[in-house]
């Protein structure tokens, strides 16, 4: 109540307006009075209607910045009211933005100063005449006078100059204010000063007054704008040219462009006096490089990390930029590629035509296909024609320096790395290495290096092609780099193998540990046509007396990487002296299998397979081998030297010759059976002859053609005999799925029957509806299915599921590796189908086949 009260009787002039509509809500009688109409006439009406038209955009615009950026106040502002009589009414306005019955309004109150601008205008006839600027401040720091012939007013804009005192006036010019300061405590001061774009003489006397004190103060400037601009551009261009000319030293000495960037931009920010100078580096356009181009994000080999990277670096007031210039775009250019809001080389963004523009794009290197764009903003005042000239001029000579070592760095770089993964090669790893060691060797330390070599690289090579391979090898070369620590160094020596060096290592559990860790992050498939899995096999070597040489350290890690081949994929060992005696043994083997093969040496067994009724379904052949100095040797030592060799392809040759050549026999009506499990059970003849295969010779199309065609004479077993089944390998499948199902496929319709072989546990990943191939009649599982299972109900649990899950997709289900009555008779309770191992039966010995064929029998047991 009191609010309303108060509005009402001041006496000063009060209004209430809208700020969205302008109209006048209310008014009280003073302002009514100096407007020259009733309260009943001011309420309702718009202000446009009531101040002086030539005043009433730029007075308005004001308001509405006000309201628009969030301020409570607008400034004091001289407000010229027309009455209806036609004369005017000056007024001292001020307002502030106050919520009113839920709506925004602006109080104003307003003060006459009619008369005294009155007196100023008639004191202004006689100042405008002098041929300088010229006013007076009373010791209050209120405006008494101001004219001058001078164009523009030293000390205020007439806007600004109503201010009533000094501080509210020159808030933002303390330097002046001070000076004014200095003056009315009696000093004459004399300055040369820039206000409002231009530069003046400034002198400042005080008037005496009563007491001998200064009571007012007079002030006389000139306009010097000329004299200083010209004095300050001379000033400009030295130490433009003199920063050209350090640029340019820098450039001739530097074999490192960071150097470079950093000074460019903390050149071209001083000079220029920006707001902020950008770098965007531009990928290198392969095919236009021309074998330029540096390693992958332009890194050094042993990396001075480069300037601003392929990708654009984020920077204070990027979206304040893109607002103003258009360009909402992140990511990189290529050389050559300007988007919405980029300009040619040098162009400017103008905000609008004619005037000078807050942002400018230079190009590094050439114009059409630049190496980096600089862009430049300085949002206060534009940057003129100079400006850009000198920015052209810092990008010309940075970008010849840039190409200079780039190229340099490019050549030294190639000589020691991959090309296909930018990692450091043999030569640059055996460098490092060689220093690692003689490092080592002074302060006590040991050097660790791992051997890779991926698993199922070759697969990927024979199915996708070699496209394929190399971008695979690129992804594990970017995995390869995570996994490393920081100082160590991974290298691609060819193919697919790969090492790392480790400095620093305790001992060969650190190197476990950080074995472990590549495994581990190479175990996630890799997106090629589809996802595909590699692994690798780790080999570790520990530098020590008897490794003290690179070569031989590098070569120990190799011999460790293959004795974990022969382990299966995924595995990780470290060299030893066990390790090195394995070797030598597996080399003995390999020389004497491949005697073996020419010698004739090899013989067949078959192990039978029996059903839930016990008696022989089939029977599984394999080969054996009586070694020279091991005796017998079963397929589980024969197939890992025959695929080191290179002989798995001339095993499975020979295991296909033989199934046929027994098939042939077990035809004959005459041919004794095969005993039952663990000898119970009436000897039978076997429904079925099984041959695993390995991935090899299931691609070997004529070795296929070969099985094909006598499968081709196999009907009825009643009639005809066993019917050839093979075994696939699951490594096959997970391999190259489309290729495995092909051959499946081609197989069953030749009346070969085809089971999916595991040799490790749960195919349930492998063998799932949408995928089988429609030839596959059964699975083997994995012998690790079977432990335990005779006491352990979790395994007894999981080789339930996985028998009932494949049953419902139509498939027999074999368990090998059933060595105990306990474990056969709980595989049955189970309701597994077919059982393979000791328990079923032992496997039928070459002699016994030979005697029986020579005998005109079958060669079963």
């Given at each position: ?5 108060l509005?009402d009787?001041l006496e000063?002039g ?7 509509d302008?109209r006048i809500?209310?008014a009280?009688a003073a302002a ?9 006439d001011?309420?309702?009406?718009d202000?446009?209607?009531?101040v002086d ?9 004001t308001?509405?910045?006000v309201v628009?950026?969030?301020?409570k106040?607008?400034?004091q502002?001289?407000?010229r009211l ?9 007024a001292?306005?001020s307002g502030?933005i106050?919520e ?8 104003a109150q307003?003060?006459?100063?009619s ?11 006689v ?10 401040l ?5 405006v ?5 012939s001078?164009?523009?007013d ?15 006036a020159?808030r933002?010019r303390p330097?002046?204010v001070?000076?004014?300061r200095?003056s ?15 530069w003046?003489?400034?002198?400042l006397?005080?008037?005496?007054g ?9 002030g006389?400037?000139s ?9 300050a551009?001379l ?14 030293q820098?450039?001739l000495?530097?074999?490192?462009e960071q150097?470079l960037?950093?000074h460019?931009v ?8 920006a707001?902020e100078v950008v ?5 290198v356009?392969?095919d236009?490089a021309?074998?330029?181009?540096g ?5 050094a080999?042993?990396?001075?990390p480069?300037?601003a990277?392929?990708?654009?670096r984020p920077?204070p007031?990027a979206?304040?930029?893109?607002d103003?210039t ?6 990189d250019?290529?050389?050559?590629d ?5 300009h ?8 609008e ?5 807050s942002?400018?794009r230079?190009?590094v290197?050439?114009?059409?296909e630049?190496i980096?764009?600089i862009t430049i ?7 003129t ?6 920015a052209?001029?810092v990008?010309?000579v940075l970008?010849?320096?840039v190409?200079?070592i780039?190229?340099?760095a ?7 790395h991959?090309p296909?993964t ?5 030569g640059?790893?055996?460098?490092r ?5 003689r490092?080592a ?5 040991r050097?660790g ?10 697969a990927v090579?024979?199915?996708?092609g070699?496209q394929a391979?190399?971008?695979l090898l690129?992804?594990?070369g ?7 620590r920081p100082g160590d160094?991974?290298s691609?020596?060819?193919?697919d ?20 860790r590549?495994?581990?992050?190479l175990?996630p ?12 096999s780790?080999?570790l070597?520990?530098?020590?007396p ?7 350290l ?5 011999v460790?990487?293959y004795?974990a ?9 470290a ?16 020389t004497?299998?491949r ?5 004739d040496?090899l ?18 052949a394999?080969a054996?081998?009586l ?14 030297i025959a695929?080191?060799?290179g002989?798995?392809g ?14 042939e026999a077990?035809?004959?009506?005459d041919?004794?059976g ?11 003849r076997?429904?079925?002859l099984w041959l ?7 691609r070997?199309a ?9 499968a081709?004479g ?7 005999g066993?019917v050839p ?10 391999a ?11 197989l ?7 089971r ?11 063998v799932?509806?949408?995928s089988?191939p429609?030839g596959?009649?059964?699975v ?11 006491h352990d109900e979790?395994?007894q649990?999981?080789l339930?599921g996985?028998?009932r899950?494949?049953h419902l ?6 368990v090998?590796?059933v060595?105990t009555p ?10 597994c ?5 000791s328990?079923v ?11 029986r064929?020579?005998?005109g ?5």
């Amino acid at each position: 109540m009191w609010a309303v009260e108060l509005f009402d009787v001041l006496e000063m002039g009060l209004t209430l307006s809208g700020v969205e509509d302008r109209r006048i809500r209310r008014a009280n009688a003073a302002a009514c009075q100096m407007a020259g109409r009733d309260e009943a006439d001011l309420v309702g009406m718009d202000w446009r209607d009531l101040v002086d038209p030539a005043q009433f955009d730029d007075l308005f615009v004001t308001m509405e910045r006000v309201v628009v950026d969030g301020e409570k106040r607008g400034g004091q502002r001289l407000v010229r009211l027309v009455r209806p009589d036609g004369t005017i009414t000056h007024a001292l306005s001020s307002g502030v933005i106050i919520e009113a019955d839920g709506e925004q309004c602006v109080l104003a109150q307003f003060q006459d100063i009619s008369e005294l601008i009155s007196t100023q205008v008639q004191l202004q006839t006689v100042l405008d005449h002098v041929p300088v600027a010229v006013f007076l401040l009373d010791q209050d720091g209120r405006v008494v006078a101001r004219g001058g012939s001078a164009t523009h007013d030293p000390v205020a804009s007439p806007g600004r100059f109503d201010e009533s005192r000094i501080r509210a006036a020159f808030r933002d010019r303390p330097d002046l204010v001070a000076l004014m300061r200095r003056s009315m405590g009696g000093e004459y001061v004399h300055e040369v000063l820039e206000a409002h774009g231009r530069w003046y003489d400034l002198h400042l006397v005080p008037l005496p007054g009563a007491g001998g004190r200064p009571s007012s103060l007079a002030g006389v400037a000139s306009d010097v704008t000329d004299r200083e601009r010209a004095t300050a551009e001379l000033l400009v261009r030295t130490a433009r040219q003199t920063a050209l000319a350090d640029l340019a030293q820098r450039a001739l000495e530097s074999a490192d462009e960071q150097p470079l960037w950093d000074h460019c931009v903390r050149t071209l920010t001083e000079q220029l006096s920006a707001d902020e100078v950008v770098v965007r580096r531009h990928l290198v356009d392969e095919d236009a490089a021309d074998g330029l181009a540096g390693p992958p994000g332009w890194a050094a080999p042993d990396p001075p990390p480069t300037p601003a990277g392929d990708e654009e670096r984020p920077w204070p007031g990027a979206e304040r930029w893109a607002d103003r210039t258009g360009d909402h775009g992140t990511g990189d250019h290529r050389a050559g590629d300007h988007r919405a809001g980029d300009h040619p080389a040098g162009e400017r963004a103008a905000e609008e035509p004619g005037s000078e523009p807050s942002v400018v794009r230079i190009p590094v290197g050439s114009a059409t296909e630049p190496i980096a764009t600089i862009t430049i903003c300085r949002a206060a005042r534009g940057l003129t024609c100079e400006d850009v000239d000198f920015a052209r001029s810092v990008g010309a000579v940075l970008g010849s320096a840039v190409l200079r070592i780039r190229v340099e760095a490019a050549t030294r770089f190639w000589s020691l790395h991959d090309p296909l993964t930018g990692l450091p090669n043999r030569g640059a790893l055996l460098d490092r290495l060689r220093r690692s060691l003689r490092r080592a060797q002074r302060d006590g330390h040991r050097t660790g290096v791992l051997f890779i070599d991926l698993d199922g690289f070759k697969a990927v090579n024979d199915t996708f092609g070699h496209q394929a391979g190399d971008e695979l090898l690129k992804v594990i070369g970017d995995r390869l780099r995570r996994v490393i620590r920081p100082g160590d160094v991974v290298s691609r020596l060819g193919g697919d193998e790969f090492a790392m060096l480790c400095e620093g290592v305790d001992g060969l559990d650190d190197l476990r540990a950080i074995g472990e860790r590549v495994m581990h992050e190479l175990a996630p498939p890799v997106e090629l046509h589809r996802p595909v899995s590699v692994g690798g096999s780790v080999g570790l070597a520990l530098s020590g007396p008897d490794l003290t040489d690179a070569e031989q350290l590098l070569d120990a890690a190799d011999v460790a990487m293959y004795q974990a081949k022969q382990g299966g994929p995924g595995r990780c060992v470290a060299y030893d002296e066990r390790v090195r005696a394995t070797i030598a043994t597996r080399l003995r083997d390999i020389t004497e299998l491949r005697r073996a093969f020419g010698a004739d040496e090899l013989r067949p067994r078959f192990r039978p397979v029996a059903d839930r009724s016990r008696t022989v379904f089939a029977a599984e052949a394999v080969a054996c081998w009586l070694h020279p100095t091991r005796s017998w040797l079963g397929p589980e030592d024969i197939e890992p030297i025959a695929f080191e060799a290179g002989l798995s392809g001339d095993l499975d040759g020979w295991l296909v010759d033989n199934m046929i050549r027994y098939l042939e026999a077990l035809r004959r009506p005459d041919a004794p059976g095969i005993p039952g499990p663990a000898g119970r059970g009436e000897p039978g003849r076997p429904r079925e002859l099984w041959l695993r295969l390995s991935d090899r010779g299931l691609r070997d199309a004529a070795l296929r053609k070969e099985l094909i065609a006598h499968a081709a004479g196999c009907g009825e077993p009643a009639a005809r005999g066993p019917v050839p089944c093979v075994l696939v390998p699951d490594t096959l499948r997970r391999a190259d799925r489309q290729q495995s199902d092909a051959i499946i496929d081609e197989l069953a319709e030749a009346g070969v029957a085809v089971r999916l072989d595991f040799a490790e546990l749960g195919p349930i990943r492998a063998v799932t509806v949408d995928s089988l191939p429609r030839g596959l009649v059964g699975v083997r599982l994995s012998d690790k299915n079977a432990r335990a299972v005779e006491h352990d109900e979790t395994a007894q649990a999981i080789l339930a599921g996985l028998i009932r899950i494949l049953h419902l997709l139509r498939l027999d289900v074999t368990v090998r590796g059933v060595d105990t009555p306990g474990e056969l008779a709980a595989v049955r309770a189970l309701n597994c189908d077919l059982f393979q191992g000791s328990a079923v039966g032992p496997d039928l010995h070459h002699r016994q086949a030979d005697s029986r064929a020579a005998g005109g029998g079958s060669a079963a047991v």
